[in-house]
């Protein structure tokens, strides 16, 4: 990840891990038929990798096709006025073993929709990548038009 402008830091793999263990709902994106579509989902950090809980459709069959997914969080510093974006990049994998089953059930995972969710699944990393930058004041996006008062049709 390239240095996109002034203030922005990359962050160290550890500092991303550590901001996805802060929160606990991302945007999934994956590849459905020919389009890629993205979907929100709550999930856990467990061991290096991402896990989730789902019912069966779109989200789930595209996951676990051949092609490669990835996960998006973001957030907010208010005391510091800077957001920041981890991306994880992908595999995602069915969980089946009994074993490991076992060891996700107890993950806090709360999906916030309800209906039964009786898929796991996890997202094995290949890359991860953060970002941290300042947000910039709202008068810097300020011209002659902003606060111009536009007819209903516009």
Same mark, same amino acid.
């Given at each position: 990840?390239?240095?996109?402008?002034?203030? *922005?830091?990359?962050?160290?793999?550890?500092?991303?891990?550590? %901001?996805?263990?802060? /929160? @606990?709902? &991302?945007? =999934?994106? *994956?590849?459905?038929?020919?389009?890629?579509?993205?979907?929100? %989902?709550?999930?856990? /950090? @467990?061991? &290096?990798? =991402?896990?989730?809980?789902?019912?069966?459709?779109?989200?789930?069959?595209?996951?676990?096709?051949?092609?490669?997914?990835?996960?998006?969080?973001?957030?907010?510093?208010?005391?510091?006025?800077?957001?920041?974006?981890?991306?994880?990049?992908?595999?995602?994998?069915?969980?089946?073993?009994?074993?490991?089953?076992?060891?996700?059930?107890?993950?806090?995972?709360?999906?916030?929709?309800?209906?039964?969710?009786?898929?796991?699944?996890?997202?094995?990393?290949?890359?991860?990548?953060?970002?941290?930058?300042?947000?910039?004041?709202?008068?810097?996006?300020?011209?002659?038009?902003?606060?111009?008062?536009?007819?209903?049709?516009?």
């Amino acid at each position: 990840m390239g240095n996109d402008g002034p203030g *922005v830091t990359e962050l160290a793999v550890n500092e991303c891990w550590a %901001l996805l263990r802060s /929160v @606990d709902v &991302g945007r =999934l994106a *994956v590849i459905v038929d020919d389009h890629p579509d993205i979907f929100p %989902l709550n999930y856990a /950090v @467990d061991h &290096g990798t =991402l896990v989730f809980r789902s019912a069966q459709g779109t989200k789930v069959s595209a996951a676990l096709s051949d092609a490669p997914v990835a996960l998006e969080v973001d957030g907010y510093i208010a005391r510091s006025h800077e957001a920041w974006s981890v991306v994880i990049k992908g595999r995602a994998e069915g969980i089946r073993e009994i074993g490991e089953l076992m060891d996700t059930v107890d993950l806090p995972l709360f999906p916030w929709q309800a209906g039964p969710k009786n898929l796991f699944l996890r997202l094995v990393p290949s890359a991860v990548t953060g970002r941290r930058f300042p947000v910039a004041d709202q008068a810097a996006w300020q011209n002659p038009l902003s606060n111009v008062r536009r007819s209903p049709s516009e």
